[in-house]
């Protein structure tokens, strides 16, 4: 059964961090580009960024560059998404995702391979 469990949403201050894990199961790790994707009410649907370590490929969208980073660690099958000097537009449900490729597309792709449940960011002003 293919798993991507999304964790560490919150609430916090603008200017404030969070760190969000997405730890995966059920399929080939090496095999996928694995990324964010961020839901506000009333706005559409935003490919924040994505990774596959195994090809040296990762994309972060405008919006979140300069303030968000994201990493992997193979060992344990799970991405990080290090959120730095947060603003109230980055509230949403920050969701996991799994595809076959990570490129500038991921901020706009609609079908994707596997999804996971989403953690919930707030930022209060």
């Known amino acids: 059964e293919v798993q991507l469990q999304a964790s560490g949403g919150g609430l916090v201050q603008a200017g404030g961090y969070l760190r969000l894990s997405c730890e995966t199961s059920?399929?080939?790790?090496?095999?996928?580009?694995i990324g964010w994707f961020r839901q506000a009410p009333g706005r559409e649907r935003e490919g924040v960024s994505c990774?596959?370590?195994?090809?040296?490929?990762?994309f972060i969208a405008d919006s979140v560059k300069g303030r968000f980073t994201i990493s992997s660690d193979n060992a344990k099958n799970t991405i990080y998404l290090q959120m730095n000097n947060l603003k109230r537009e980055d509230t949403g449900v920050y969701y996991c995702?799994?595809?076959?490729?990570?490129?500038?597309?991921?901020?706009?792709?609609?079908?994707?391979?596997?999804w996971g449940k989403g953690t919930l960011v707030t930022v209060s002003s």
């Open positions: 995702a799994a595809d076959l490729h990570c490129s500038a597309s991921w901020r706009v792709r609609d079908a994707l391979e596997f």
């Open positions: 059920g399929f080939i790790f090496d095999d996928y580009a």
């Open positions: 990774i596959r370590s195994s090809r040296g490929s990762t």
